[in-house]
Nanobody
């Protein structure tokens, strides 16, 4: 069993930054991939970035390239999502998810999910 806990969300003005954390526990994650997804009110869950734990494969959605960066701390089993130049349209609940094997951008392919953290960007 894998347990994921997100944190770091909040309210920020447009152009500001936030760093989200996803703390993982329960299994060794060297063979797992982690993805970040987001869901705005009334919209479907949307892929943001996916990352394999070894760090040699990362895939960003086009709308976050150059603004968001994923990283990890192996000692803490934690993945971070640094979000810069935030826009009001980035407002959503952000979820981290994990799956064994290679990362991809399909939410249905991820087996484990955190509870989500709210990000609100004011204009």
């Amino acid at each position: 069993q894998v347990h994921l806990v997100e944190s770091g969300g909040g309210l920020v003005q447009a152009g500001g930054s936030l760093r989200l954390s996803c703390a993982a526990s329960g299994r060794a994650f060297s063979s797992y991939s982690v993805g970040w997804f987001r869901q705005a009110p009334g919209k479907e869950r949307e892929f943001v970035v996916a990352y394999n734990w070894s760090g040699n494969w990362t895939y960003y959605a086009d709308f976050v390239k150059g603004r968001f960066t994923i990283s990890r701390d192996n000692a803490k089993n934690t993945v971070y999502l640094q979000m810069n130049s935030l826009k009001p349209e980035d407002t959503a609940v952000y979820y981290c998810a994990a799956r064994p094997g290679l990362p991809n951008n399909y939410a249905s392919h991820y087996d484990y999910w955190g509870q989500g953290t709210q990000v609100t960007v004011s204009s």
